[in-house]
């Protein structure tokens, strides 16, 4: 949203709107209660989705919390909750275009870094699944993409 507000202010400099170059906005307002009430749902949430993430994962492979010796169980539960809360505000905003460009390039830099982008591809790929029985069909159609963008971002080579 707040990408497509520059966006159009810079292409409407000096001239007013198209009802067309409008449109986005119509559409924001319409779906912005449940925007609301789907980031509040997240909230509330968070700590059964980010649970039944990790159960699933560790059913599929244990190994995916270890690296070497290490222990990655509570630095994967602080990188997906920052994830999550990044992504439901996207949502709430409708702006995936600033969270690629502002997060996900440098969030991916350091994933690549760390070599995490397996388990990154399997968090994201469950957490759709877990998002699936969490919300609604509606409330899942705002956030599945976004989450979809993250596991292409962060959980690819």
Do not use: H
Not at 88 to 116: C, G, H, K, V, Y
Request: hydrophobic share 40%; net charge positive; charged share 25%.
């Amino acid at each position: 949203m707040l990408s497509q507000i520059q966006r159009l202010t810079q292409e409407t400099e000096g001239r007013y709107a198209t009802d067309e170059e409008l449109r986005f906005l119509i559409e924001y307002a319409r779906s912005y209660e449940l925007r609301v009430q789907t980031y509040q749902k997240l909230q509330a949430c968070e700590a059964v989705i980010i649970q039944q993430v990790q159960a699933k994962m560790r059913a599929i492979d244990p190994m995916l919390f270890r690296q070497g010796n290490e222990d990655l169980t509570n630095k994967w539960k602080r990188d997906t909750v920052r994830v999550l809360r990044y992504s439901a505000a996207t949502m709430l905003i409708d702006d995936p275009e600033s969270m690629r460009e502002r997060f996900l390039f440098w969030f991916q830099t350091m994933m690549r870094a760390f070599n995490a982008q397996k388990s990154c591809g399997v968090t994201y790929t469950v957490m759709q699944d877990v998002i699936k029985q969490v919300l609604t069909v509606n409330e899942a159609n705002l956030i599945l993409p976004i989450l979809e963008l993250n596991r292409r971002m962060l959980g690819t080579v």
